[in-house]
């Protein structure tokens, strides 16, 4: 049963321009959210996160978007470049869980082309 | 800090012999996990342990797998009898309580054949 959903496998954006990743949860129990970047043959690496508490996080290029009415949140990468391709990952934290558990989407694979 | 350390990177082997896997965490981190990565499934977590006791293993396909934390420094993931529909990338990863965060290592990439 999976609790957080990525329901686009695949996008691919031209260089300069915006990605918008997605996500989209079912656990009202979730209180913290974080994106992941993986590269080939490479381990996830932690990009940004988001507490429910709010709606809005940046960093740079990358802005999350959390709407917890609608559960779903969204990553923006603002300009895209080359380097961010990769498999991005959406990931939740049960705050009803004692335990330090993440829930995983299954990833989206961004191509950004020149 | 080295990260998150798991060997081999790669591992072929032939259906029916027995694989392991390794993996030693970030010092100090009190949580472990393993996971899966497929492309049909995405990340799959398969077990995890805090304070070198095994959490919760349900995500463990069947009991040709097993795991085991004997310190704080080191945990294993066996396969016994290998199959080809175990193919995939094997990640560790640690975190620290209090910390949402994981940091994974590099993975290993098996290949049943």
């Known amino acids: 049963d999976q609790q957080v959903k990525q329901n686009s496998p695949s996008l691919s954006v031209q260089e300069g321009r915006i990605s918008i990743l997605n996500c989209d949860y079912t656990n009202s129990m979730f209180d913290y959210f974080l994106w992941y970047k993986k590269y080939p043959a490479e381990g996830p690496t932690f990009l940004i996160s988001?507490?429910?508490?709010?709606d809005k996080n940046e960093d740079g290029r990358f802005t999350v978007f959390l709407n917890k009415s609608a559960k779903h949140l969204s990553l923006h990468i603002v300009p895209s470049q080359p380097g961010d391709s990769a498999v991005y990952f959406c990931a939740a934290h049960d705050r009803g869980s004692t335990l330090g558990r993440l829930y995983f989407g299954r990833g989206t694979q961004l191509t950004v082309w020149p | 800090d080295a990260g998150v350390i798991q060997s081999p990177r790669h591992e072929v082997t032939e259906m029916g012999q027995e694989v392991t896997l390794r993996c030693k965490p970030i010092?100090?981190?009190?949580?472990l996990f393993w996971y899966r990565q497929t492309m049909m499934r995405g990340l799959e977590l398969l077990i995890y342990?805090?304070?070198?006791?095994?959490?919760?293993d349900s995500g463990m396909p069947e009991d040709r797998f097993s795991a085991k934390m004997p310190n704080a420094s080191f945990s294993t993931l066996k396969i016994q009898p290998s199959e080809p529909r175990d193919s995939a990338v094997y990640f560790c990863a640690s975190s620290l309580s209090g910390q949402y965060g994981y940091t994974f290592g590099s993975g290993t990439r098996l290949t049943v054949v």
């Open positions: 988001i507490s429910s508490i709010k």
């Open positions: 342990f805090n304070n070198n006791v095994p959490i919760d």
């Open positions: 010092s100090g981190h009190d949580y």
